[in-house]
C-alpha cells in the first residue's frame, strides 16, 4: 500500500456499526477522520469507537465535503439518500462506497453512474456477498467456463418470518421497497455476477402485501405495526436477457415456506449447474452419468481443520480500498450495480402495471 487514506463515514446506524467501520478499522492503511448522522449522538459514539485522533463529527454531510483532506466518503444512509449524497462527494473529488442498494431509482442510480464518470472518481456499491467463500469459489468455476453458457438462473431471497421493524426499513418513501430492494438485491446481484450478464431485455413481476396486514405476527424481531407497513412482504421476477438466457427472483421477509434461502443463487448451464443451497454443489454429466460434487469449502479442505478464512465483509473493504490504491477497477462496478436498480424498479413498475416492462 502507498498511502493512508483518509474516510468518512456518512450515516452512523445499523449497517454502519455493523458493516463498515469494523470492517475498516481492521485495515492499517485507513483513518476513519469524520462521522456525520443527523442524530450526533450517533455520529459521536461512532468517532469515540472508532475514530482516530482528532476526527470531527458532523450533522450535515455538506459540510464535511468541505474538507479536502478527506479521500473516501462512506454512503451508510436510507436509500432515498444515496444518490445526493455520493454524487455530492464524488463532485467533490472523494471516492464513494455507496451501501446497497444504489439507489432508490433506476434514475438515481444512472446519476450516480454519470458522476462517476464525469469526475474520473471511484464509485462502488456495497454488495458484500459476492466476497463469501462460496461466492468466490462458484465465481471461478462460471469464469473457468464448467458450467458452459448459464441460460437459466434463479436468485434467492426468502425470509420465512424475518421483517426489520426498526429504522425505515417498512418506510416505501424512504426505501423505495421491502424485500425485493432490501435482500432480492443482493440475490439478483450476485446472480448477474456469475453469469456475467447486464442486458437484460424484459421484466415480468409480482408483489403482494398479503401477511404485512397481520396483528402481532410471528417474526423474528417482534410483531410490526401494520400501520406502518407500506412496503411488499413478498415480490418475485422473471428477467429475460437480451441473449434470450432467464432469471428467476424470489424475495420475501414473511412467507408460509420452509424454502428458506438468503443471498444465494441456482445456475444451469450448457455444460453443468451449480447451487448454494446446501454449501456449494456442482452438478453435470461426465461418461453418459450424471454427477453432483459437493465442494468442501474449508481451508484447504484439511480434515480436521476449519482454517481461518477472511469475512466477507472484511474483504470487501480490502478490496475496495486495494482497488483506489493501485487505481484498478472496483469488484462491483456502478454499471453493475445500475443494471441491478434497473431490473428491480422494473419489477415494481410490472407489479403495479401487471404488465411486462421492456428495457
Not at 463515514?9 to 463498515?20: E, F, L, R
Not at 471511484?122 to 462458484?138: A, C, E, I
Not at 469449502?297 to 490504491?325: C, H, N, P, Q, S
Not at 450495480?337 to 401487471?354: D, H, M, P, R
Request: aromatic share 8%; with cysteine; proline share 3%.
Amino acid at each position: 500500500m502507498s498511502r493512508t487514506y483518509r474516510i468518512a463515514i456518512v450515516g452512523c446506524g445499523g449497517i454502519a456499526n455493523g458493516k463498515h467501520m469494523p470492517a475498516l478499522s481492521k485495515l492499517k492503511n485507513i483513518e476513519m477522520v469524520a462521522f456525520c448522522d443527523i442524530v450526533e449522538e450517533r455520529a459521536v459514539e461512532a468517532s469515540a469507537k472508532y475514530g482516530a485522533e482528532g476526527a470531527l463529527v458532523y450533522t450535515n454531510y455538506k459540510e464535511l465535503l468541505r474538507d479536502a483532506t478527506i479521500d473516501i466518503v462512506h454512503v451508510c444512509t436510507p436509500n432515498d439518500s444515496h444518490a445526493d449524497i455520493a454524487i455530492d462527494a464524488l463532485e467533490a473529488g472523494k471516492h464513494v462506497m455507496s451501501e446497497k442498494p444504489m439507489a432508490k431509482t433506476a434514475h438515481d442510480a444512472q446519476r450516480m453512474v454519470d458522476a462517476a464518470k464525469r469526475t474520473g472518481k471511484k464509485l462502488t456499491v456495497g454488495y458484500n456477498n459476492r466476497f463469501r467463500t462460496d461466492s468466490q469459489h462458484l465465481k471461478k468455476i462460471c469464469e473457468q467456463g464448467e458450467l458452459g453458457e448459464i441460460y437459466f438462473a434463479k436468485a434467492h431471497a426468502i425470509r420465512r418470518r424475518a421483517v426489520p421493524t426498526w429504522g425505515v426499513f417498512l418506510d416505501e418513501e424512504k426505501q423505495g421497497g421491502g424485500p425485493l430492494i432490501d435482500i432480492g438485491t443482493h440475490a439478483l446481484d450476485l446472480t448477474l455476477w456469475m453469469m456475467n450478464n447486464y442486458k437484460p431485455k424484459v421484466v415480468l413481476g409480482t408483489s403482494y402485501h398479503k401477511l404485512s396486514q397481520r396483528e402481532n405476527a410471528a417474526n423474528a424481531w417482534g410483531p410490526w405495526d401494520p400501520a406502518k407497513f407500506t412496503v411488499e412482504d413478498s415480490a418475485f421476477g422473471m428477467i429475460v436477457m437480451e441473449n434470450g438466457a432467464t432469471i428467476s427472483l424470489e424475495s420475501s421477509w414473511a412467507l408460509n415456506t420452509l424454502e428458506v434461502d438468503e443471498a444465494k443463487c441456482t445456475l444451469s448451464g450448457t455444460e453443468g449447474g451449480a447451487d448454494m443451497k446446501d454449501g456449494l454443489r456442482i452438478n453435470g454429466e461426465k461418461h453418459s452419468r450424471l454427477f453432483t460434487t459437493e465442494i468442501d469449502l474449508k481451508a484447504g479442505g484439511v480434515a480436521f481443520y476449519d482454517g481461518a478464512t477472511e469475512r466477507d465483509i472484511d474483504l470487501e473493504m480490502r478490496m475496495w480500498i486495494k482497488a483506489i490504491d493501485e487505481d484498478t477497477e472496483p469488484v462491483v462496478t456502478p454499471e453493475q450495480a445500475f443494471v441491478v436498480s434497473q431490473i428491480l424498479e422494473a419489477i415494481y413498475e410490472s407489479a403495479k402495471t401487471g404488465k411486462a416492462v421492456y428495457l
